[in-house]
């Protein structure tokens, strides 16, 4: 059962920031989906948008929390 009480602070904690980032979203430098290195490419009414950087930074947030995890 400790590890069930870890891993619910863990992920309280996880929404929490989210929270606080999307609270403070206009005021960051950055935005997320908006990174450079993402791909948006126009043509008339048409617009294909791929964001690889930052499903290149979601996949490594990803693996860190997993590692995290795998430890406890």
């Known amino acids: 059962m400790s590890s069930l009480g870890k891993g619910l ?8 920031i989210l929270g606080l980032l999307l609270l403070m979203g206009d005021k960051l430098p950055f935005k997320i989906g908006r990174l450079p290195g993402d791909i ?11 964001p690889i950087v930052t499903l290149l930074l979601l996949n490594l947030a990803i693996w860190i929390a997993m590692r995290l995890f795998n430890r406890s």
């Open 9 to 16: 602070i863990v992920v309280g904690i996880a929404i929490a």
């Open 40 to 50: 948006v490419w126009k043509r008339g009414n048409a617009t294909f948008y791929f």
